[in-house]
C-alpha cells in the first residue's frame, strides 16, 4: 500500500475515531439529564416546598417594610421639617414654605408604595402560592397570619385608607391659604408650589386606590381558599 493510501486512511479512522467520541460524550450527557428530570416524587416535592417556603418568607418582607414604614412615618416627616428649619435663612420664603408644604405628600407617596408592594406580595401568597402549597402539603393548616388578621383585628381608623389622600390634598390648600392670608399676591412661585404638592397629592390617591382594589382581592382570594382552620374558628 502507497504511503497517501494510508496516510488517508490514517485521517479518516482519527475523524471517525473522534465523531465517535463525541457521540458517546453527547449520549452520556443525555442521560445525565434524563437522570435530572426524573428525580423521585418526594425530592420534588422537597424542593416545591423549599421554593414556596421561600417565596413567602420573600413577600412577608415587603409586609414587614410597610408596617415599619407605618411607625417611622411621623418621625420622618418631623425630622423633614426640622431639618429644613435648620436652612431656613438660607431659602427664600416661597421655597421654604412650599417645601414644607411638600413633605407630608411626599412621604406619604412612600408609604401608599410600600402598601402597594406588600398587598401585592399579600395578594400573590393567597391567590397563587397557597393553593399549590396546599396540593403538596396535603393540608392547610400553616400560614396563619394573614387570614386571622383580617378576621379577628377590627380595623385601626388611625391608619384608615382615606388619611394619605386627604392629608396629602390638605397640606397645599392649606399653604395656599396661608401664603395668600401673609402675602400681598400670589405669585407664579406659588402657583408652581402649589400645583407641585397637588400632583404627588394625586399620586397619593392614585395609590390609596390601587391599594383598596388590592384588599378586595386579597379577601376575595382567602374566601376562595376555604381554609379548615378558619371556618372553624368563625
Known sequence: MHKPTKAWLTILALT?????????????????????????????????????????????????????LQYALVPIMFGSWLLLAQVQKTLPKTVFDWACALVLPLCYVAYQKAMVDALTGVLLIEERVRPLATKLAGTDKFWFHEPTFRK???????????????????????????????????????????????????????????????????????????LSWSRNTA
Open 152 to 226: 379577628d383585628v377590627p380595623t385601626d381608623l388611625a391608619y384608615a385608607w382615606f388619611w394619605p389622600p386627604l392629608l396629602s390634598f390638605a397640606s397645599p390648600l392649606v399653604m395656599a391659604a396661608y401664603r395668600i392670608a401673609t402675602s400681598s399676591r400670589f405669585s407664579w412661585q406659588d402657583a408652581l408650589g402649589y400645583v407641585i404638592c397637588s400632583t404627588i397629592a394625586y399620586g397619593v390617591g392614585a395609590l390609596s386606590k390601587q391599594g383598596l382594589a388590592l384588599n378586595k382581592q386579597i379577601d376575595r382570594a382567602i374566601r376562595q381558599n376555604r
Open 16 to 68: 471517525f475515531g473522534t465523531i465517535f467520541a463525541i457521540q458517546r460524550r453527547r449520549s452520556g450527557c443525555a442521560k445525565v439529564v434524563d437522570r435530572g428530570s426524573t428525580l423521585a416524587p418526594s425530592t420534588d416535592a422537597a424542593a416545591l416546598a423549599q421554593f414556596h417556603a421561600a417565596e413567602y418568607a420573600s413577600e412577608r418582607n415587603s409586609v414587614d417594610v410597610w408596617k415599619t
